[in-house]
């Protein structure tokens, strides 16, 4: 049986809204935390806190998963996810601190499109005509903002082509990430999935933290570290909440703002603190390239076909 909105649409862009603020502003956040922090250091927090502000939750509401239910689930489906999106955390952390939040959020746009190539090739699933149109518009505008950027940054060229390079990676893994969830999902809940993933990451990237970094902190520094972790958090909370209110195509639309709202957080951020936020070197070509990666996330996430049009899986 499909799921059924409540209807409440409102409610639901609100809460698409507030997530994409959140993953806006957290590439900023995560270049402040990692000036004291090493990258191992803050994706262990983030997945620690996370873990135990989702386990603290569920509790509440007496939605901690039995044991005996984890077993009867695809074992092997919830490792890969687990590895998948904790190389996806690393890898995003690395290019951020490779090049700059903006650059981060562009390039990681190309996630969503790994996972619908992953979708058409695995689950048989079908992009119409206007997809097909974003995707070439996300393209043409991925190499607007690259080409942009090298020029921009023509002394530190190799340093960005490998942050940009292993954020595309990242991308990757987060489509393969998203394909075993999409799956799993038949058998776990999604809060009850991102439990053991959250905490699983955190067991992974454990022996490769260093806490003791930690008490070197300024309270600016604490403070985007907690904020991040809280953030991932939040913004998964939200985004579950916007897909109970609101379709999953309309909330993906929302989504796709987000290099928009970094690129404008990016921008406040440097003319208010130029000291913590660094100015993004960017020209009008490069914005021209962000628009069109946004206009072309747009169209792949509005294209997509309705339940009356797609085929029924007997």
Request: glycine share 8%.
């Amino acid at each position: 049986m499909l799921h059924q909105t409540s209807g409440r649409w409102q409610l639901g862009f609100a809460l698409a809204m507030t997530t994409a603020i959140l993953w806006g502003v957290l590439p900023i956040a995560l270049k402040v935390a990692l000036q004291a922090v090493d990258v191992y250091t803050v994706i262990w927090f983030r997945f620690l806190v996370s873990f135990g502000l989702l386990a603290l939750f569920l509790a509440v509401r007496g939605q901690l998963p039995e044991i005996q239910k984890l077993r009867s689930a695809r074992l092997d489906l919830l490792a890969i996810a687990t590895i998948f999106l904790a190389l996806n955390y690393l890898g995003f952390m690395e290019g951020l601190h490779q090049t700059s939040p903006t650059n981060s959020q562009v390039i990681i746009q190309t996630a969503p499109v790994f996972f619908g190539m992953g979708a058409l090739w695995i689950f048989k699933e079908r992009y119409t005509l206007q997809q097909w149109l974003g995707l070439g518009g996300l393209i043409l505008g991925m190499t607007l903002f690259f080409d942009d950027q090298l020029r921009s940054l023509a002394t530190a060229s190799t340093q960005y082509l490998l942050g940009t390079g292993i954020l595309v990676a990242a991308a990757a893994v987060w489509a393969v990430y998203a394909l075993a969830q999409k799956q799993l999902l038949q058998q776990l809940s999604s809060s009850v999935i991102m439990l053991v993933i959250y905490g699983g990451s955190a067991l992974l990237f454990t022996p490769f933290a260093s806490p003791e970094q930690l008490l070197n902190l300024t309270p600016l520094q604490w403070g985007m570290l907690v904020f991040s972790a809280f953030n991932t958090f939040l913004a998964y909370g939200a985004f579950a909440e916007a897909l109970d209110h609101w379709e999953a195509s309309r909330v993906s639309a929302v989504l796709s703002m987000t290099p928009i709202i970094t690129l404008i957080s990016v921008s406040v951020g440097a003319a208010i603190a130029p000291a913590i936020v660094a100015r993004e070197p960017i020209t009008l070509l490069g914005i021209t390239g962000a628009m069109f990666v946004v206009l072309g996330s747009l169209a792949i996430a509005l294209g997509r076909r309705t339940p009356q049009q797609l085929k029924p899986n007997h």
